[in-house]
């Protein structure tokens, strides 16, 4: 079992930044890859970003590369998502996931923290 909570989110102005913190407890946080994901009202869970467990190597959605940024702290079992530029269209739940294989669906997140708000005005 994988415990996860996530940390950051509130109110931000558009073209503003936030930075969401994941912290995790239980199992060997260095086997798993973590993701972050994303569910606007009335919308579907939306991929975010990831980063590997072996060598840190980190996919973006489109709608958010060159703006956000993943990262992750073995040491402290710990994976960040720095959001830069926010736009009021990133406004949603923010959620952190912890998975075995590096992917974009969501069903193959086997963990999920609680998630945290991030909402952004115009």
């Known amino acids: 079992q994988v415990q996860l909570i996530e940390s950051g989110g509130g109110l931000v102005q558009a073209g503003g930044s936030l930075r969401l913190s994941c912290a995790a407890s239980g199992r060997t946080f260095s086997s798993y890859t973590m993701g972050w994901f994303r569910q606007a009202p009335g919308k579907e869970r939306e991929f975010v970003a990831t980063?590997?467990?072996?060598?840190?190597?980190?996919y973006y959605a489109d709608s958010v590369k060159g703006r956000f940024t993943i990262s992750r702290d073995t040491a402290k079992s710990t994976v960040a998502l720095q959001m830069n530029s926010l736009k009021p269209e990133d406004t949603a739940v923010y959620y952190c996931?912890?998975?075995?294989?590096?992917?974009?669906?969501?069903?193959?997140?086997?963990?999920w923290g609680q998630g945290t708000q991030v909402t952004v005005s115009s």
């Open positions: 980063i590997s467990r072996s060598d840190g190597t980190t």
């Open positions: 996931a912890a998975g075995l294989v590096v992917t974009v669906e969501a069903r193959r997140y086997a963990y």
